[in-house]
């Protein structure tokens, strides 16, 4: 789940940043173009990771009359591969998503030959067996340890007992066919609502894991009285006890300031942890943004302490919407960051939705990148076609040093369609992060964006998943289905070779 302001209280922004009507708009239910039959043409398709309903009569979490489950649908997927075996894969994502927040849970896809998927269920709501006390799940992550311990990690959410939001924890020895250690990590009620977490395993420290996340605090309720620090609670026993959490960035000493997107990359060369996340400050009366800029921590001593933020870029993102139609308000990842490391040479990159290249008509993909260790950053790049609407990057670096950035674009879309969204995800590889070297292809199938379940917005999800897996990169993504309401969206995956990088010199 995504809260981002302006809000009086943080109750209400949860119904005002993941609320519709309880109708799907009209054009959510007309076909699209003939175009979205065509598979991608870049090799072999992909594999399907989602399979069945396991929640499908689970009757939990209705919070109003107007809410509106999605049956059947995946979104917002994520993906781990065994750092000793790329072939052992975990993927999560949302299962059956609500109009106002959250899913009915969530769900992992597993497979130890690389090809055929399972299922298995996450044990953090009660749709789930064995699972948390909490009416629906949001947030899905998941990391692999350099032991094979995977971690998962997603939040729990009531809402007609209260306003309750808890950061859970779970962990799987058997490559992610069942799931153990649940924990809950903090846990809070309202006012105080805890948001995007997301959690990293330390590469070259066995048993070592962090999650993180943003913590509003609207205490009392009303304007100027909003912070939204980073917060981080870790493990050191591959998952089976984790730390109390604590306050680790700080936006106390600006009024009505908050973070969002907190996300741990780590140097395997150092161990160095560098944390990306999005700084947002409000107007007094919190209606407006007075300025927002991404910024990096740094932590030297596996998470104990954190150096001062340094500023990796303006955060320059619009509001997402249909180009051809701007009332229809569309979701991705504007202000969560994807940032990734070199594992040979320590050079950062943060990929992110940002305005620079259009003038602040629409958002395109942008990197900037740091190769002094985080403490200064270039002038952003544009990554995705120039004149095109791109949204939800995701980067990846593989062993060669080539970067590796999947996002989705809107450029099959006709000047004057209304009715449908033509929307396809991209590849785009950089040896060596060299933009003059850049490639692109298209990676999946062409499909009608408006099918996607409606959550403040047609929505995939906040973000998508590509990581490093060997011999490239693997993603996983989330398509949508014609003329199937009880079918609208499904999680593929897709392993992909990069370019080789042809030597420097």
Known sequence: MRVCLPLTTVATALILLATVTGATPAAAERSPTPAAAERSPDGAPPTKVSHGDPYADCTIGARSPDSVVYPGTEVEPYLSVDPRDSKRVVTVFQQDRWNDGGARGLVAGWTTDGRTFHRSTLPFSLCAPGGADFERATDPWVSTGPDGTVYASGEGVDFTKSTRTALLAATSRDAGRTWRNLTTTHVDEQPFFNDKPSLTADPIRKGTAYQVWNRLDNDPPGPSSL??????????????????????????????????????????????LYDFFDRITYSEDLSTVVEARYEVVTSTDAGD??????????????????????????????????????????????????????????????????????????????????????????????????????????????????????TAYQLATLPHGDPKRRTERRISRIFDWLQAPFAGGYFLGDYQGLVADGKGVRAVLTETHSGAPRNRTDVYTRSLRTRPAAPRG
Request: charged letters at 20%; a negative charge; zero cysteines.
């Open 227 to 272: 912070d939204g620090p980073g917060y981080i609670s870790l493990t050191r026993d591959g998952g089976r006890t984790w730390s109390e959490a604590r306050r680790f960035v700080d936006t106390s000493t600006v009024p009505n300031t908050q973070t969002i997107g907190h996300l741990i990359v780590v140097d395997r060369r150092t161990g160095t």
């Open 305 to 422: 302490t954190w150096s001062v933020p340094v500023t990796v870029a303006k955060d320059t993102a619009v509001p997402e919407v249909d180009p051809n139609d701007p009332a229809k308000l569309l979701r991705a990842a504007s202000t969560l960051p994807s940032p990734a490391v070199d594992p040979k040479t320590g050079t950062l990159y943060m990929a992110y939705e940002g305005s620079d290249f259009s003038g602040g008509r629409f958002d395109s993909v942008q990197l900037v990148r740091s190769t002094d260790g985080g403490r200064t950053w270039g002038s952003p790049e544009l990554i995705s076609p120039k004149g095109v609407p791109a949204f939800s990057p995701s980067i990846a670096v593989d062993e060669r040093g080539t970067v590796a950035l999947t996002y989705y674009d809107l450029r099959f879309l006709e000047p004057g369609d209304t009715t449908t969204l033509p």
